[in-house]
Structure formats: structure tokens, C-alpha cells
């Protein structure tokens, strides 16, 4: 969070907990006048990266692409920095998938 605060002030890179996730996404539908009662699913998993190939994937993310190159480009150096300097050059990032499904009302 302290890189993200020093190039991009007021930034909050805490995602939602998984369970505000699942709710949301079964929100979503329950709302619906077109839907019976939702049910829904999270599916966790994690991959292991390197420094490198960490900062890789960042850089694909909506969040990072609409950062300017500058901050971009300084914020994924830091944080590439951080995880070889204070993880051993990787870490494991955890990646939540939801399936939420319904009956059709119609």
C-alpha cells in the first residue's frame, strides 16, 4: 500500500473480501425482476510469480493501464523492488473467480 500511496495518492489497492465479492455478484441478480433467487459460488486459486513477471501482469490491468506511463512506470518499478528485495524475489497472488446463476422468471 505505501508504494501505491506515494505515486498515486488516495489510491486504495485493498481488493473487497472474497464473501463481498460472491454477495455483490448474487446482488446483481437478485435485483433482477427477470431472475428467481440467485445462488452463488467463489472459486479461489493462486499463482506464484516472479518480480518480474508480476509487475508484467499489473501492467495489463485496467487499473495500472489508466495510470499515465510515468506513474506507472515508477509505481510498477517499486513494487517490482519490494517483492525482490523483501519477498525473495516472488510472491503468490490469489485470484477469485464468482459464478452466479439463476432461473429465468420469463
Do not use: C
Not at 489497492?13 to 437478485?30: C, F, G, K
Not at 425482476?33 to 510469480?49: D, K, L, M, N, Q
Amino acid at each position: 500500500q505505501e508504494d501505491y500511496s506515494a505515486v498515486v495518492p488516495g489510491w486504495d489497492a485493498v481488493p473487497a473480501p472474497p464473501e463481498e465479492v460472491v454477495d455483490r455478484e448474487r446482488s446483481y441478480l437478485d435485483a433482477s425482476e427477470h431472475f428467481g433467487p440467485a445462488e452463488a459460488r467463489r472459486y479461489i486459486w493462486s499463482v506464484t510469480y516472479t518480480a518480474r513477471d508480476f509487475v508484467a501482469f499489473l501492467g495489463t490491468t485496467s487499473n495500472f493501464l489508466m495510470l499515465d506511463e510515468a506513474s506507472r512506470s515508477r509505481l510498477l518499478d517499486l513494487i517490482e523492488q519490494r517483492i525482490a528485495e523483501e519477498h525473495g524475489g516472488a510472491i503468490r497472488k490469489e485470484f477469485l473467480g464468482t459464478l452466479a446463476v439463476a432461473r429465468s422468471t420469463a
